[in-house]
């Protein structure tokens, strides 16, 4: 079973500034897909950023990047020029046959 | 464009009664999904449908649970004789089926507590 691990409970930021947020997962499988979604407070959850397991270039969406290695199983996101907005849950989840696997979540707190 | 909706928001129950939920995907998706979220943790699969079909049920979908879209568009989570350990947040999502990855749209949840 595929399995994803987020290490990292809680971090923090300061406004403007630049953080990682880390994700490692296991599976035997080449062809797969990972997310990151963003749960705010008591809103629902909302797609960050997407990467396709077969293209070795990383995805990148305004603000956000990942740094996906697949050899070791990572997939970390990278939040530039953080804004408050950007405080929430973050999940990492590993898609394969329909269905999401997700992490633990990692709480972002971001400091004026 | 209306996003994913889920109905009730909150429910309270007691031990022992059955309760059901309902969820309208975005209109145009065919694939639909239940996850399980309990606090502080990320979401658990519990199962999908493409159109009516119901194509995949987790473990952890007990037979106490139930789940339906009978004409491919809502589909209703029933649990029956609810215990204490079913107090969660009931996640949907739905998503346009392609050949693979394709990203699914989340609903605000509906939160069950067991009392």
């Known amino acids: 079973a595929q399995t994803v691990t987020q290490s990292q409970p809680e971090m923090s930021v300061q406004e403007a500034e630049t953080v990682t947020l880390s994700c490692t997962y296991d599976?035997?499988?080449?062809?797969?897909?990972l997310f990151w979604y963003k749960q705010p407070p008591s809103r629902q959850m909302i797609l960050v950023i997407r990467q396709e397991a077969y293209k070795q270039q990383n995805a990148t969406e305004n603000r956000f990047s990942v740094n996906f290695q697949k050899a070791a199983k990572s997939f970390s996101l990278k939040i530039s020029d953080s804004q408050l907005g950007d405080a929430a849950m973050y999940f990492c989840?590993?898609?394969?046959?329909?269905?999401?696997?997700f992490g633990q979540g990692t709480i972002l707190t971001v400091h004026p | 464009d209306t996003g994913v909706s889920q109905n009730p928001r909150h429910k309270i129950t007691k031990r022992g009664q059955n309760v059901t939920f309902r969820c309208d995907p975005i209109s145009e998706h065919n694939r639909l999904y239940w996850y399980r979220q309990t606090l502080g943790q990320g979401p658990e699969f519990l199962t999908y449908f493409q159109n009516e079909a119901q194509l995949e049920k987790s473990r952890l979908l007990s037979d106490r649970f139930s789940a339906e879209r009978p004409k491919g568009s809502f589909s209703t989570l029933e649990i029956q004789r609810t215990e204490q350990g079913d107090s969660a947040m009931y996640l949907c999502?739905?998503?346009?089926?392609?050949?693979?990855?394709?990203?699914?749209?989340f609903g605000p949840g509906t939160r069950l507590l067991v009392l």
């Open positions: 989840a590993y898609w394969r046959d329909g269905k999401l696997t």
């Open positions: 599976t035997s499988e080449s062809d797969y897909y």
């Open positions: 999502a739905s998503s346009l089926a392609s050949s693979g990855g394709e990203t699914q749209y």
